[in-house]
């Protein structure tokens, strides 16, 4: 699934671990990355990662919950997760703060190893529509 990611834009990268995707991403698009992830190390050795790719300007950590992201609405041009929100315990939930974060028009691409759980932004709204009761 392609995101489109262009120079200047801003991407959340929800469940990065030690961030190698973002730091990929970064260098080809020249977007700015951010990675959420809820393990403090994970974070501590991505940012060492990112300072010795010399990125650290670039790309970023938080520690957060992809069910309860700190950030305002409309942030990100777009968001990806890559194997990452099988994990979550309300998939809905993680679908509604991706939504809140993401600016008007912005993309979403998420991989996870569940085969029927491959989704691209054209498909959020019916698929949030239809699991949530809406």
């Not at 120079?7 to 260098?27: N, Q, S, W």
């Not at 990100?76 to 993680?94: G, K, R, S, W």
């Amino acid at each position: 699934m392609q995101l489109n990611i262009k120079p200047g834009d801003k991407v959340a990268d929800l469940g990065c671990g030690v961030g190698g995707p973002m730091r990929e991403i970064a260098t080809f698009t020249g977007a700015t990355v951010v990675g959420v992830n809820n393990n403090a190390y994970q974070c501590q050795r991505g940012t060492y990662l990112n300072i010795k790719a010399d990125l650290n300007g670039q790309c970023s950590f938080v520690k957060g919950d992809f069910m309860n992201l700190d950030f305002p609405d409309n942030t990100f041009d777009a968001v990806y997760a890559i194997e990452a929100l099988c994990h979550a315990p309300n998939i809905v939930t993680v679908f509604k703060e991706i939504m809140r974060v993401l600016k008007p028009g912005g993309r979403v691409s998420v991989r996870t190893p569940l085969p029927f759980f491959s989704l691209s932004s054209n498909l959020l709204p019916f698929s949030l529509a239809a699991t949530s009761g809406a």
